[in-house]
């Protein structure tokens, strides 16, 4: 919708430049402008930006009004802009509406300093009260403090791409990691590299009393080295209210899973979800144990649990342990490149899980091609998406196939999708032919059910009828 009402915008800019709107043109236009909720801008040069000064100058829209009076969601692409960004970029404050709320960056090194002179900018020209701010580009020593600017936020993703350059460390910065935690009382979701800005103002006297975070926070991803990470959870953030943890790792040097997981079970009793992954390729990464994670595995209530490229130890004969352990499980992704593959035997475990919905795994899939026993317990597992990470074996003939599809149907009644997540074109062709045979079986069972319903609802309870019928359905005639 929003796409379609930037075409009409276009249209008016031509507008613009032959003759003057007409009353019914402004009208006609300001009804276009006041319908864009969600706007994204590829920001190129003054030229473009002149569009919107222009434009409100045609409607005869005043300085203090906005053009998007509706606006909530703002994207500014500043990748392909041209040098001197911030001249030209206060073209665009006839954009600024107080119904704004959420704002996207994307820059590069060329013009981080056009994002600050943008913070500022919205801050000093409106009263705008940003509640969702994300950011992806490059890193500048200013760029955190700008976001403070707005105290309101409650997320804040701070995503840096350091182009291939080496990572400085601002350590002189006027604001520190501990001040987005004791600043932000309504922050619920945050995004932070730990690798840049220093965790805590080096001139208070006291640097090793923890920070109690926002009592709203719920979501937390930090970004760093192993020495960050151990830094952040030892002399950083508690938390009460965080549900979700992800610890992304850059260097690993130093690295004790154990020494981390448990100071991040005892910071945040409450969390749920834990993903632990690489924020780089790395082959020295100390393998991940189970009892690394004994913190967790001890804490009934886990409802996501996430491995990605990290060495570990899982295998079909402890996974048992893990699912047992949390009962109320709803996601499990154990993505890896290391050539360990889960037997069919995990899936019966994991098919008893009443909450389940979403699973990743390398698997041995040849294991699901022979019929389950039929003491196979009858699940009502909720799991409605299976993304295979790779299989070793498979079967490849179309009965095994068949089996296959239809085993696992048995184990996830409500299974809608199989994917897969390889880049190897075959595997990708045959999961997405299983997808389709399990499609083919739900619309069977759909048919069957439906044809049973219009026999119940024409012959009523009478037995002789109804199987006289059934018999007449299925091609079975009278001996």
Known sequence: MDFVVVGQILKIYVQVLGEPLTNKQRSRASGYLSHIQNFYFQAAGPRETSLWPMLAASLDISA??????????LVLDLGNSSPGIGSWLHMMTPLFSLSLQR???SATSRHVGGVESFQTLLKSQSNVELVHVKYQGYPSPNILQRFFLFQGLESLSLDFFFEGQAIQRYTQSTVAIADIFDQFPRLRDLKIDLRLFPLRDSSLPDKHV????SPVLCKLH???????LQAFLVDGVTSSSLLSLTLSLAQVNGL???????QAAANFPNVNSLILQLA???TSVPQLLLQDISSFISRSTMRLFYIDTIPHCFADNN??????????????????????HFSATVLTELCQLPYLEEVALPLNLSDLETHLPLMTPLTNCPLKSLRVTGYSVAPTTLDGKIDLARNILMLFPAIQEISSTSTNPSQQVYLGELHKLIQAFHSTIAIQAHRAALRRQKFGGDPRVRKTAIKRDIGIQWG
Request: glycine residues 6%; hydrophobic residues 45%.
């Open 64 to 73: 203090t009004a906005s053009l998007l009076p509706n606006l909530r969601s």
């Open 222 to 228: 930090v970004t760093g080295d192993a020495n960050d």
């Open 210 to 213: 923890k920070v109690a975070a």
């Open 319 to 340: 996974i048992a342990g893990l699912v047992n352990s949390w009962p109320r499980l709803r996601a499990l992704s154990i993505l890896n490149n290391f050539g360990i």
């Open 256 to 262: 004790v899973w154990k020494v981390l997981c448990d």
């Open 280 to 282: 780089q390729p790395n």
């Open 103 to 105: 704002i996207t960056y």
